[in-house]
């Protein structure tokens, strides 16, 4: 039913909808229609919004970990085919979130001979919960129920094929290589109406404008094929993926600071240097050295601000974890605010390695104030919080692996940072209750 409902949104509202919602005033009558328009309104929004502009693709996570064939679980001799796919969160082609809170592992009819490779996506779904009797005026009882909740539930597809049967293509469709060479014996630049040129801009025009059909809007996540007797994935490891801000800035970043060789281009053919060329080249390498020199100054800077970071991320934990020691009276939150004022009573201004051990001594106690909170706080601020820790956790493994030298602190210093503000949003159960 949620389905149908779904599609028929999606149909009715074409590739770019218009934009309607309620007008209210004094005395209008409320029905279920105006919250759907409500609904539909915001909605329409955020999709047209993430199909257009944050693009199609996963944003976080949603690794397809483990494609596997193992019995029935009826005891029968049917073969069954088991995919896993870890938690995270993608825009699919109508520009709908895909949620996956934790890991997801689903059973599939197994490919027939023939099939040897598997491609797994994930499909938008929804479920309807909440059983409720529906009140009716004309009796004091009503027989009828509606559900009362909708609840986004992604689901995994898998799709079969035979070795070098042609993929479906869609919004997930690999762009393909180009075909021309560059000719390293041609005289003057590309033209504008060169086609290697013509072709790039073909191809980008196929990628990024073409329109997602209704038919395929689920999110490709990856691609397996049967090799003796087990699947493993394949060496192409195209994933659509949404360049988020801190991606694209990354890039740009290492790319700018790469001064050995950002495009690397291997050498070859003629090795003379136009005249004009020759001054050109010296000026840029007069400028490649100003930057060098504004890099180091700037690397320079970027230490203080990463030791001032460590300071107040720390002062933030003894804030933050007085504050949950006084309204939860626990020992535990009381311990790990001690801890850390010794610390910095000891040495005012930690080093990075100092912070390090500092934080791995907290970790611990972090722990074991959420199970002695399991009782006292409410279950959603505990759940925020216990998760915090989790990934401060593996931070702080992630990086006890690497040496000294190439420890990330400032991911440690988030983590940390996370744990502090979920601490100080822990919610006593009775408060919460009397809000």
């Known amino acids: 039913m ?16 218009s934009l309607e919602r309620n007008r209210y005033f004094y005395g209008k009558l409320m029905t279920p229609r105006d919250m759907r328009d409500e609904q539909q309104f915001h909605r329409a929004r955020f999709d047209t919004m993430a199909r257009f502009v944050t693009g199609v693709g996963i944003i976080e996570g949603l690794d397809a970990t483990q494609v596997r064939e193992r019995s029935g679980r009826d005891g029968d001799d049917e073969v069954e085919l088991e995919v896993t796919v870890q938690p995270g969160v993608a825009v699919d082609g109508e520009g709908r979130l895909l949620v996956v809170e934790d890991t997801l592992r689903q059973e599939f009819t197994a490919p027939n ?37 909708i609840v986004e539930t992604p689901t995994v597809v898998c799709r079969y094929y035979a070795a070098g049967e042609d993929v479906v293509e869609g919004v997930q469709k690999l762009v393909p290589k180009l075909t021309n060479d560059v000719d390293p014996d041609a005289d003057g630049p590309l033209e504008p109406d060169d086609p290697i040129l013509s072709e790039l801009a073909r191809e980008y025009r196929t990628a990024r404008d073409a329109l997602p059909t209704r038919d395929d809007a689920d999110v490709f996540l990856g691609a397996f094929e049967r090799l003796d007797g087990s699947w493993r994935p394949t060496k192409q490891e195209y994933r659509p993926l949404v360049y988020s801000n801190d991606v694209v800035y990354a890039a740009l970043v ?18 003379s240097v136009p005249e004009e060329l020759e001054k050109r080249i010296d000026s840029l390498e007069t400028n490649v050295e100003e930057l060098q020199t504004q890099a180091t100054e700037d690397a320079a800077k970027i230490s203080k601000l990463e030791d ?3 300071d107040r991320s720390l002062e933030e934990s003894v804030r933050a974890f007085e504050v949950v020691s006084d309204e ?68 702080w493994n992630e990086e006890d692996e690497r040496d000294e030298a190439e420890r990330d602190i400032l991911r440690v210093v988030l983590a940390l940072d996370r744990v502090n503000e979920t601490a100080s949003w822990l919610l006593v159960k009775f408060a919460a209750t009397n809000r």
């Open 308 to 310: 001032y970071v460590v």
């Open 328 to 395: 939860f009276e626990s020992e535990a939150a009381s311990d790990i605010a001690k801890t850390i004022l010794e610390r910095i009573e000891e040495k005012p201004f930690l080093e990075p390695e100092e912070y390090f051990q500092t934080v791995g001594e907290l970790v611990g106690l972090a722990s074991e104030l959420g199970g002695e909170l399991r009782d006292e706080a409410t279950p959603e601020s505990l759940k925020r919080y216990q998760r915090a820790v989790e990934q401060l956790v593996e931070v």
């Open 113 to 149: 001979d023939d099939d040897t490779v598997v491609h797994v996506h994930l499909r938008y779904d929804e479920t309807e919960t909440e059983q409720v009797p529906t009140p009716d005026l004309g009796k004091a009882v009503s027989e009828e129920c509606e559900f009362n909740r």
């Open 2 to 17: 949620s389905a149908n409902t779904e599609r028929e949104r999606l149909a009715s509202r074409g590739d770019f909808p």
């Open 254 to 271: 290492r790319h700018v600071f790469d001064f050995d060789n950002p495009h690397r281009v291997s050498g070859g053919g003629d090795s």
